[in-house]
């Protein structure tokens, strides 16, 4: 399967399916939140790894998560998002059960990439992960994805824009405190 559009992208997620895009740091492998087990399954990835909710920004994972936010998660979001980091907050509900089954936390993120911000306002947060196999090196473009998972739709217009090629730095909050977990 080949790029496309975003419209067809959003259709195809609300179908739940998998897709790809590109993000500031890794392109994404993602999937609407309550069919995340798909990208488990695509990536023949431990039960026990969580995904992340990737966001177009701040005020739509607020909305998503309806939880209250203490005062030093808005000030770490304001500090690192848009950007290569990703937040590990205590959380409970659906999100949680479908993105971290049995977990207690979730990870949240905000690219600072504009082609996926405008892709996830138009379909809402999404789970994501790296594109690749599980212990195998993520994808670094579009075309390396497209050789991951053939089968899967990308977003157009190809190349994607230039990404870090690492992953995302990664703050825990534990104990009325962040600590970095990578």
């Known amino acids: 399967m080949g790029a496309q559009a975003a419209a067809d992208l959003v259709a195809a997620v609300m179908r739940g399916e998998a897709v790809m895009f590109p993000t500031d740091t890794l392109p994404a492998l993602a999937s609407h939140p309550f069919s995340a087990q798909r990208l488990w399954d695509l990536k023949a990835r431990p039960a026990h790894k969580p995904l992340i909710l990737m966001g177009a920004n701040l005020e739509q994972l607020r909305a998503v998560l309806a939880v209250p936010w203490q005062e030093d998660w808005l000030q770490q979001a304001a500090n690192c998002w848009p950007g290569a980091c990703t937040l ?33 306002d138009r379909c809402g947060p999404l789970a994501t992960t790296s594109i690749n196999l599980s212990g195998e090196p993520p994808a ?6 497209r050789l991951v998972f053939p089968h899967l739709p990308l977003l157009a217009p190809l190349p ?17 405190g962040w600590q970095r977990l990578r």
Request: proline share 12%.
């Open 88 to 120: 590990v907050l205590p959380m409970a509900g659906p999100l949680v059960d479908a993105l971290n089954p049995g977990g207690g936390s979730l990870g949240l993120r905000v690219p600072a990439c504009p082609m996926a911000q405008q892709f996830l």
């Open 140 to 145: 670094h473009d579009g075309v390396t994805a």
């Open 160 to 176: 994607w824009p230039a990404s870090s090629g690492q992953p995302s730095r990664v703050l825990v909050w534990k104990d009325n």
